[in-house]
């Protein structure tokens, strides 16, 4: 059986843009959930940010409006369950795109890592 490829993305975000387009050219069919209808859940980050390799603060978005209208104070002082808990109920707040393979979960898009991980399917 193979594997599906999940994507969490924003279609007005131009890393999420180049990331799709990227995965076309390989070939690489996803299926593309948008992030800010459907943030991860707390489950599925329970999972995904283990498999990530990053820790919590990786995952958020420090260039968007959700990050600056919370503040970098606020977020330097939250602990990473609340961090977690901002992730799920805000869309806006997650670096995107996700991409889930499998047990592989990339945050952003490094074309390299994209690379790297498509390299053996």
């Not at 409006?65 to 992730?87: F, I, M, N, P």
């Not at 795109?97 to 498509?118: I, N, Q, S, T």
């Amino acid at each position: 059986m193979k594997t599906e490829i999940l994507m969490l993305s924003y279609a007005g975000c131009d890393t999420c843009k180049k990331a799709l387009r990227w995965l076309e050219q390989q070939g690489v069919t996803a299926r593309v959930r948008p992030i800010v209808d459907e943030p991860p859940t707390p489950a599925e980050l329970a999972r995904w940010v283990p498999q990530s390799g990053l820790p919590v603060r990786k995952w958020l978005n420090t260039s968007g409006q959700s990050y600056r209208a919370l503040g970098k104070e606020k977020v330097d002082a939250a602990t990473d369950a609340t961090l977690l808990e901002w992730l799920a109920a805000d869309g806006k707040l997650v670096k995107r795109p996700v991409l889930v393979h499998g047990a592989r979960v990339l945050v952003g898009f490094k074309p390299e890592a994209y690379a790297a991980l498509f390299s053996g399917t």
